[in-house]
Every structure is written in structure tokens, then in C-alpha cells.
Nanobody, 115 residues
Framework: QVQLVESGGGLVQPGGSLRLSCVAS????????IGWYRQGRGEQQRDLVAKITVGNIQTYADSVKGRFTISRDNGSNMVTLQMSSLEPDDTGVYYCNDVAAPFDWGQGTQVTVSW
């Protein structure tokens, strides 16, 4: 079972930027699509905000289009999420996972966008 470790979150003012990283304990080479999910405060569901396929096709939720960029490095078993022009609604715990067949969820990384 692959374990996923997310990092890079923090407190940032509106308009700021953050870069999130997700490192897998095993190979991600064969994972068709990996996504970044956000869980808002008090919410149970995790919403998919960005995903990237093995062919590097990227898909974004409408709310983050033009502001977030997802990338993957199969050699390093890492997926990153570059976040810019952050808004208060971006606040939440961010997780990465296999979109088609999720592994056990990691701890996530908290992103707080606030003055």
C-alpha cells in the first residue's frame, strides 16, 4: 500500500501563494490520475480541485482555474500543487490521492488564507 505525505501548507494572506508537495512511498508511474483534494472546515467530503494524468493532462475545478497548477514527477514519486492568487475560500486541508482507486488518506496539509 502506497503512503502519501502532504506538506507545504501554511497561513497566507489573500493574493499570496503556496506550493504544496505530495510524496509517495512507492512508485506513482502507473497511477493513471493523481488528484489534489480540499476538505473545508467542518465538511466531511473532500472536493477534487486538480488532477493530472500519466499523459500530463491537467484538469481543474472552475474555482481554481488560472490560479492553481498541478504537476507530477514520476521519478521522484512527487506531485505538486502551485497555488497563487489565493482566496479565503481556498482555506482547507489539502490531500493528494489516486483518483481512480484511492489509497488510505494521508494527514493532509492545512492551508489558511486570511488577513
Amino acid at each position: 500500500q502506497v503512503q502519501l505525505v502532504e506538506s507545504g501548507g501554511g497561513l497566507v494572506q489573500p493574493g499570496g501563494s503556496l506550493r504544496l508537495s505530495c510524496v509517495a512511498s512507492g512508485s506513482i508511474f502507473s497511477i493513471w490520475a493523481i488528484g489534489w483534494y480540499r476538505q473545508g472546515r467542518g465538511e466531511q467530503q473532500r472536493d477534487l480541485v486538480a488532477k493530472i494524468t500519466v499523459g500530463n493532462i491537467q484538469t481543474y475545478a472552475d474555482s481554481v482555474k488560472g490560479r492553481f497548477t498541478i504537476s507530477r514527477d514520476n521519478g521522484s514519486n512527487m506531485v505538486t500543487l502551485q497555488m497563487s492568487s489565493l482566496e479565503p475560500d481556498d482555506t482547507g486541508v489539502y490531500y493528494c490521492n489516486d483518483v481512480a482507486a484511492p489509497f488510505d488518506w494521508g494527514q493532509g496539509t492545512q492551508v489558511t488564507v486570511s488577513w
